[in-house]
């Protein structure tokens, strides 16, 4: 990209913007959200109806004394929340937001970079910012972030495979790792209906890698305490709580640019002529990325959280395994393409349907057996108050006039 420097600036800047007024919204609109969801009131007070309410904690939180624990690995403790948020934020430079427009007479991309890895490069971007979960667990010096920390290397691990393997059959069929070509190759059709079960691992696995509900057990309060941000403060744990809603926010737009269209407009808005002209693209790009936020809202305030072993099961013996299966099936369908054959995309579309329907079918069945099955009944007790017998003596009786009568005297 040959764009001058004071046009980059102006994209950095209105990439920053962008994210930080979404990480704002989204906090508040969250919190109304659940609050409607579970017939209580959300925020109310800050702000007309409520609405400055995450802008006040931004505030709070600055102004919160900056306490750092005796014991802690001064450097890394200072260093991991940095760590965290500045990939989080980075890995947005290769989404692409629209065509090309004219920005002061210059005609460039809504795009910060143009690499020709670019989801390997938010990959890249993802693994390193779980450095900094991870270093905050170890460097507090406290048990309970320590086993967060430990909790969220499993997590990425056995996540971010079934991620990578999600998107080798976009990559098949898009011919590029590029956003922008991908986004290209969904110009008639989305990938999320043609390669459904990848959207699903990936739907499944961007859950998991972001630790939000129900698979946030790095910060499991209930079993943690806070897990591993429970010794930051201020400033500090302001950056991991950023870096939280900035990674909400990036893997949807990686959702929206790998599997519904990117920029393009939906059907029937499409066929207009000028649906995916100008600047108005933008406006489709963030509608479906509000779509996606607005699935981890519902998503918290529905499922309750897994247990370890449960999550760490569903990323082995569930996710890895279709998305693996898939990766053939896609290819053998991309063979079918190559050597001629016409009706690939009807092919492609129903084996998808077909293979997400089967899936869906068996999780079902198998969860469902854990709530039918066959329990014994117990054994029945005699009745103790007849028969005196052993554990319970028989109760005694006239209690309360015996009482009575020694509180008189």
């Given at each position: 990209m040959n764009d001058p420097w004071w046009l980059m600036l102006i994209k950095v800047l209105g990439v920053f913007v962008f994210l930080l007024l979404t990480v704002l919204f989204a906090i508040v609109i969250e919190r109304k959200a659940l609050g409607r969801m579970q017939m209580r009131p959300g925020p109310n007070r800050v702000g007309p109806k409520g609405w400055l309410q995450s802008l006040a904690d931004g505030v709070k939180l600055a102004l919160k004394e900056d306490i750092t624990p005796f014991g802690v690995d001064r450097v890394i403790y200072t260093i991991a929340p940095v760590i965290s948020t500045v990939?989080?934020?980075?890995?947005?430079?290769?989404?692409?937001?629209?065509?090309?427009?004219?920005?002061?007479?210059?005609?460039?991309?809504?795009?910060?970079?143009?690499?020709?890895?670019?989801?390997?490069?938010?990959?890249?971007?993802?693994?390193?910012?779980?450095?900094?979960?991870?270093?905050?667990?170890?460097?507090?010096?406290?048990?309970?972030?320590?086993?967060?920390?430990?909790?969220?290397?499993?997590?990425?691990?056995?996540?971010?495979?079934?991620?990578?393997?999600?998107?080798?059959?976009?990559?098949?069929?898009?011919?590029?790792?590029?956003?922008?070509?991908?986004?290209?190759?969904?110009?008639?059709?989305?990938?999320?209906?043609?390669?459904?079960?990848?959207?699903?691992?990936?739907?499944?696995?961007m859950v998991g890698e972001t630790n939000r509900a129900p698979f946030d057990l790095p910060e499991a309060e209930g079993e943690l305490v806070g897990g591993f941000h429970t010794e930051y403060s201020s400033l500090k744990f302001a950056l991991f709580f950023?870096?939280?809603?900035?990674?909400?926010?990036?893997?949807?737009?990686?959702?929206?640019?790998?599997?519904?269209?990117?920029?393009?407009?939906?059907?029937?808005?499409?066929?207009?002529?000028?649906?995916?002209?100008?600047?108005?693209?933008?406006?489709?790009?963030?509608?479906?990325?509000?779509?996606?936020?607005?699935?981890?809202?519902?998503?918290?305030?529905?499922?309750?959280?897994?247990?370890?072993?449960?999550?760490?099961?569903?990323?082995?013996?569930?996710?890895?395994?279709?998305?693996?299966?898939?990766?053939?099936?896609?290819?053998?369908?991309?063979?079918l393409r190559n050597d001629g054959y016409e009706h690939w995309e009807i092919a492609l579309a129903g084996t998808s349907t077909l293979t997400t329907v089967l899936v869906l079918v068996v999780l079902h069945r198998r969860f469902s057996a854990v709530n039918t099955l066959r329990v014994e009944p117990a054994p029945t007790v005699p009745d103790v108050a007849s028969e005196g017998s052993f554990p319970t003596p028989p109760l005694p009786q006239h209690n309360s006039s015996r009482v009575k009568e020694d509180v008189n005297g």
């Open positions: 990939p989080a934020i980075t890995a947005f430079a290769v989404i692409p937001f629209g065509p090309e427009v004219s920005i002061f007479g210059h005609h460039t991309a809504l795009q910060l970079a143009d690499l020709p890895v670019a989801v390997l490069f938010v990959l890249a971007m993802s693994s390193i910012g779980v450095y900094g979960i991870i270093l905050a667990g170890w460097s507090s010096g406290s048990v309970y972030p320590l086993l967060g920390g430990i909790r969220s290397t499993a997590q990425v691990i056995s996540y971010e495979v079934a991620m990578g393997l999600s998107f080798a059959s976009v990559f098949l069929y898009a011919g590029t790792m590029s956003t922008s070509g991908i986004v290209a190759a969904q110009d008639r059709i989305w990938f999320a209906f043609l390669l459904m079960p990848s959207f699903m691992v990936y739907l499944t696995s950023l870096a939280e809603y900035i990674n909400i926010t990036t893997v949807s737009a990686v959702a929206v640019t790998l599997f519904f269209g990117g920029w393009h407009a939906p059907f029937p808005i499409s066929l207009w002529a000028g649906a995916e002209q100008g600047w108005l693209p933008m406006l489709w790009f963030t509608a479906k990325v509000w779509g996606f936020i607005f699935i981890y809202i519902w998503l918290r305030a529905t499922l309750p959280r897994l247990r370890y072993d449960q999550f760490m099961a569903l990323g082995w013996k569930v996710l890895i395994p279709l998305a693996l299966a898939w990766v053939l099936v896609a290819a053998v369908l991309r063979s």
